[in-house]
Structures are given as structure tokens and as C-alpha cells.
């Protein structure tokens, strides 16, 4: 696959020489998306997770590696992505985390936050805040089903191999965690216009809707759910492709995840997110009934659960679809172990 990337680059400069228009619509819209939206919303939490690496304050609040990589986790899982790609990427420079494992990990806590599927996918793509609670049941649940098992797997007693980098005072810390934030946010506005380029690209001469959002959702998320979002579907059906869609983040994405973890292997990593979208929004689509009459879209209480699934058999088709994408996922980790 490396070797086909520089190929793959002149045929991205080839495109945008061929078509400049649509170039040029495309970097528009991913400048106005990282400028609008990602910048001011990223750029604090950034600020905050560089203050506090520089500051030791993770290593002092959390002596042991589990806590940390606990402690990083729920951040990363409530503050979004790219932040955990951040974290991971710093835990696995410290040493606390092996790379094995947080290449495993990566796809699972570098996922879209609660805020994101309450504000942009619940709020404005389908109008109503009560379809937040189906997503993040089927969002989140295989999340913590699968990061559990890799959290307790190996030596209890691990420490770290390097004592850290050496702590400096505030006002260098300060100064250090803006440069570096701000660096950092160029690095993802231009996946952002990456993605948004070969987008537009990718979408000259498509005119099946159904083809286009399907498009969009793997290259960009954003643009992607909006797409999905405004197809001539049911509810139920829109409201699991959206978090299925949320759950695998598109490659711009995974694009920022590699700016902030150079060691990602970029294949496996999308393998597992397609797999980990799969099962969210298939799980979200089963779950979609059980939830009552909060709108005028669902149905009746007593007409829901006479319909739905019983809970336990939901549960036990949650873990064995969970138990086999882990399955999946350390079967693909062994063999990369061998080679």
C-alpha cells in the first residue's frame, strides 16, 4: 500500500489540475468547515491536553499506567475525536501503553462525543434531541464492551519504560501548549480540505443520492451524516446509518488520527472502524423500538414492545456481535505479531 501512495498523490494533483472548479469548491468548503466548526471546538480541549502533558499533571494525579490510560480514555471518549488519537499517541511515546495494544485501542477511542451525536446528528440532522438516546446506547455500548477486555489484558503490574519528559513551569508550559496546539490544528484543517477536495472531486458526474451519501459518509463525517441525513428513508433506518456512519468517522478522520499517531497502520485501523460502524448501527436499528413514545414518530408503547425483540435476546446478540469483532481484532493483531 506505500508503495502506492505516491502514485495515488499525482493522481490527486492530475485531478485538481484537470478540474480546478470543482478543487476549488471542494478546499471552500473544508477551509469554511475547519474555520467555522472544528477550530473553536478543538483548539481549548488541545490547549488543555498539551498544558496538562507539559505540566505532568496526568503522571501526578494518576501514578499508575491502567489509571492513566483509564483516566484517557474517558476523556477521549467525551471530548471526541481527534483528541483520542492525541492521548494514545502520547501514552505510547511515555511508554505506559505498548504500540500492539494501542493500535487496538485507537479505533475505539477515537470516536465521535456525546456532543456531537446530541447536537449536529440528533438536533439538526433528524430534529429531535430523544434520537440521542437509541445512538448512544448502540454508539457507545460495543465501545466499552470491546475496550474492557484490552484494558485488563496484560501484566498487572506494568510500569513504564521512560520516567517522562521533564516538567516546566507554567509559562513555558503555557507558551509550548499554544505553538504546538496551533501546529497541530493546521495538521487536521488540511485533512479537512484533503478529504473535502477529493470529495468534490469524487462526486462530479455521481447523481444517485444514495450513491452520493454513501460517498460522503466515508470521506468526511460531517458532510456525510447531512447527506444521509436528507435521504428518503424511514427514521429508523436514517437514524441507524447516522450512527453507523458517526461510529466509522470517514477517512478524514482517520487522516487527523494519523497526523497525531505516526505510527497508526492506516488499513487496519479503517478495517476496524468499517466493522465497529457496522455493529453500531445494526445495533441501533434493533434497539430503535424499544424506546417509547418520546415524539409523534414512534408508536405506541405497548405497540413497541410487542414488536421488538426481548431484551434478552437483544443482549445476547449485543455480545456476540461485540465478541466477535473482538475476536476479529486480536486475531488481526496476532497476525500482524507474526509477520
Known sequence: MK???????LLMLLLILLFPIESLSGAKAGLSLWWNSVFPALLPSFICLKLTEKLGLLRTAFPRPRGRLGASMAFSLLSGAPNGAKLMGALTRAGTVPDSMGQRLLPLVNAISPAFLLTIIA???LKNKALFRPMAAAFYGPILCLSLPLLTHGKKNSADREAGPALCSFPDALSAAIEESMLDMLRIGGCILFACTLLSLARRGVTDPFAAAALS???????????????????????????????????????????????LKLLPYLLRKLLLGAAVGGLCYALFPLFP???????????????????????????????????????????????
Open 3 to 9: 508503495r502506492l501512495l505516491p502514485f495515488a498523490s
Open 123 to 125: 438536533s439538526d440532522r
Open 217 to 263: 459518509g466515508f470521506l468526511e463525517v460531517s458532510t456525510g451524516t447531512a447527506a444521509i441525513a436528507a435521504l428518503p428513508l424511514s427514521l429508523r433506518l436514517r437514524t441507524a446509518l447516522l450512527a453507523g456512519t458517526a461510529a466509522f468517522g470517514g477517512l478524514s478522520l482517520a487522516l487527523q488520527a494519523l497526523c497525531c499517531y505516526p505510527n
Open 293 to 339: 413514545a418520546l415524539s409523534s414518530v414512534f408508536a405506541a408503547r405497548d405497540q413497541v414492545l410487542s414488536r421488538a425483540l426481548s431484551l434478552g435476546a437483544l443482549a445476547l446478540s449485543s455480545a456476540l456481535s461485540t465478541g466477535f469483532l473482538f475476536l476479529l481484532s486480536l486475531m488481526a493483531g496476532g497476525k500482524r505479531a507474526k509477520n
